[in-house]
């Protein structure tokens, strides 16, 4: 009462479409989210080189303009 290979081989194909679609249409949310971040991210940027804390030193720093400001130098708006 076996099942020829062919057959066999045919049903365990559909099982696993089968299988591979219900996991796409129940998760598709969250597989469009990490796709989505796989296109934008820089396969060459390595996230555990950056130092945020200088990024964030330089960005505070005052500018030349805002070191000095009086009634014979007056901010310009």
């Not at 299988?19 to 249409?25: D, H």
């Amino acid at each position: 009462m076996g099942m020829k290979p062919a057959k066999q081989a045919v049903f365990a194909f559909g099982a696993l479409a089968f299988g591979w679609l219900a996991f796409e249409i129940a998760f598709k949310p969250f597989l469009d989210k990490a796709r989505s971040a796989v296109d934008k991210s820089d396969p060459a940027r390595d996230p555990d080189d950056d130092d945020d804390s200088s990024d964030h030193a330089e960005k505070t720093l005052p500018t030349e303009s805002d070191a000095f400001v009086s009634d014979e130098n007056p901010a310009a708006v």
